[in-house]
């Protein structure tokens, strides 16, 4: 049986202009969860506006190492990451 999962890291713009970075399957449905205040608790507090940057992965487990090592990096480094893959922060 082949699998057909996909899954994908991310990256949300808040409107106090900080990021949160997640990992989900659907990443739309999962972006309205966190506007919907559904999603995680960081969200509640820092409402997202956008998706910034999604990733897309063949395995979970390739999608979540990719979360936690963006997470390691600083603000700035994040911002570099972003820019190189086009996005800016404006």
Not at 61 to 71: R, V
């Amino acid at each position: 049986m082949e699998q057909t999962n996909k899954y994908y890291m991310y990256v949300l713009l808040c409107d106090d202009d900080t990021l949160y970075t997640g990992f989900s399957t659907d990443v739309e449905r999962r972006f309205q969860q966190h506007v919907k205040g559904l999603g995680a608790k960081y969200t509640r507090s820092h409402r997202p506006i956008k998706i910034l940057f999604k990733k897309q992965f063949d395995t979970k487990h390739d999608a979540l190492s990719a979360e936690y090592a963006f997470k390691q990096l600083t603000r700035t480094q994040k911002i570099q990451h972003l820019a190189q893959a086009g996005i800016k922060m404006e």
